[in-house]
């Protein structure tokens, strides 16, 4: 096979390892007009991570 | 085959000229007078073809060139008219010999790509014919040489000038039908079409710049060619095939950890509207990182408004967020008729393991016709655990879904290129 190809199936193992990840963590995972009281933050973003 | 270059004085002009093209020339037409003679009959004359004008070619008998690492000499050429809805095509097919690889032809395109043509001796399982080309629905294909060919042409076109030596026998105003399909790098073109025509298949290929010099002749297109286009990228069916392997894939992820409303972690069941406010209390595994809350009242041509608010274990309000609910129905000369939901859900982040209190107030309330109108009697909240968000696994399987589009997308540009000359027109 060549680099080129390996190089794709290593870039595309990579997306679908870095979805997985930030599903895991639960990104983007509020919905909108959610609020972050302590940081005045809002929607589907970077919601939440309190404490 | 023999390889003899044979010299003559014309039969009927008495001109001097050389003969080349071996042992299997079976015509010769004389560039002076226009008489064709009998090769195999010591030259008899066959016909003599007066008032020809001969056509602007960079190319003559006796040239030669390399092809594929083949030396080639041109032995005769031939010009063809082919006249359709009132437009006229003419190019010039040069015969072309070489003593160890037998016979081919040279043609100088409209658009000044050079091809060689040759025949081949395989034929695809089916044949096709004009009748059917004009009888089918769908552009046809044939596969020749374990290769899908797409239908690109048909042609009718008659002679009408010819000079120097051929191994068949043609005359002026000799017509030839044949249909043309092209693949990968090359062009197949079939002719005999009735019981007593042979059937032909010859290949067709783009000269390389190399090819076209070694007849001392630089390359100089001037028009778009259906070879000319770009070859398909070559790792078109891998990046493909990859890109839909990993939107599968990612599809399967989703799937698998989907957990719609989640782990069960509190819940009012259903209770009065007049309960409200409510505390859930609940604690969240260390998995957990999101908190679902579904919320459901019977709220009928009404909306109403919940707040709702994260406290964690300290007491410290952490997060807060609304979610408004209405639904409304009725009938109209369409029938019956339903806008909204009676159910709606707000998904918080959370930190785990980690106890939290979640308080839901219903603050504000109406009717279609009046404010603060109570159109609701009961409320069920559930919370439930989330492990995963699907918005990331969404928009990886978008990426895919964007690679797999963009590749197809550049490959049917490109068929489109090819076939922007081509005779098949799609029926509505």
Redesign the interface.
């Known amino acids: 096979m060549s680099p ?2 390996i190089l ?2 290593l870039l ?1 193992a990579a ?2 390892g ?14 909108a ?6 940081t005045g933050s809002g929607g ?1 973003g970077g ?5 | 085959m023999t390889t003899e270059v044979r010299a003559i004085n014309c039969p009927a002009c008495g001109a001097g000229q050389t003969i080349h093209g071996g042992g299997r020339v079976q015509t010769h037409v004389c560039p002076y007078c226009g008489s064709a003679l009998d090769a195999l009959d010591d030259f008899r004359v066959l016909a003599r073809y007066t008032d020809m004008i001969r056509p602007q070619t960079p190319l003559k008998p006796g040239d030669t060139g390399t092809i594929r690492g083949v030396a080639f000499t041109v032995i005769g050429l031939i010009r063809w008219v082919e006249s359709y809805g009132g437009k006229q095509w003419r190019w010039v097919d040069h015969q072309v010999f070489s003593p160890t690889h037998g016979y081919g032809w040279i043609t100088v395109e409209d658009s000044g790509h050079w091809s060689f043509t040759r025949k081949l001796r395989v034929y695809p399982r089916q044949w096709l014919t004009p009748d059917m080309v004009e009888r089918a629905d769908d552009r046809p294909h044939l596969w020749i040489g374990g290769e899908r060919m797409t239908y690109y042409e048909t042609s009718d076109a008659r002679i009408d000038y010819l000079e120097g030596a051929f191994n068949w026998v043609p005359r002026l105003g000799d017509r030839a039908t044949s249909i043309t399909l092209v693949g990968q790098g090359r062009m197949v073109t079939i002719s005999g079409f009735d019981d007593d025509t042979e059937r032909e298949v010859e290949e067709t290929r783009l000269l390389t710049r190399e090819e076209q010099e070694s007849f001392g002749v630089a390359p100089q297109p001037h028009g778009p060619h259906p070879l000319a286009v770009r070859p398909r990228w070559r ?1 078109h069916g ?2 493909t095939a ?2 839909a392997g ?1 939107f599968l ?2 599809a399967l ?1 989703g799937l698998a ?1 989907g957990n719609g409303d989640g782990t069960p972690l509190a819940g009012t069941g259903r209770i009065p509207v007049s309960d409200l406010p409510v505390e859930l209390e609940f604690e969240t595994a260390p998995s957990i ?2 908190v679902k809350l579904q919320l459901y009242t019977d709220v009928s041509n009404g909306w109403a408004w919940f707040d709702m608010e994260l406290e ?1 274990e300290a007491g410290e ?7 408004e609910i209405s639904y409304y129905s009725g009938r109209d000369s369409d029938g019956r008729w339903t806008e909204g939901s009676q159910r709606g ?7 785990s393991p980690e106890r939290y209190t979640l308080s839901v107030e219903m603050s504000e309330y109406g009717s279609g016709q009046a404010s603060d109108q109570l159109t609701s009697s009961v409320v069920d909240i559930r919370v439930g655990g ?8 969404a ?3 978008g ?2 879904l964007l690679i797999f589009l963009a590749t197809q997308a550049a490959e049917f540009l490109r068929r489109g290129q090819i076939m922007a000359g081509s005779d098949w027109t799609e029926e509505d």
């Open positions: 080129v190809r794709f199936l595309c997306i679908l870095g979805g997985y990840y930030l599903s895991s963590q639960g990104i983007w995972g509020a919905s007009g959610v609020t972050s009281i302590r589907m919601v939440g991570r309190v404490k | 790792h891998f990046v990859v890109a990993f894939l990612t992820f950890f990182r999101l964690d309000a952490v997060l807060s967020g609304g979610r859900s707000v998904v918080f982040p959370v930190d989330l492990r995963f968000s699907w918005r990331p696994l928009g990886t399987a990426v895919f």
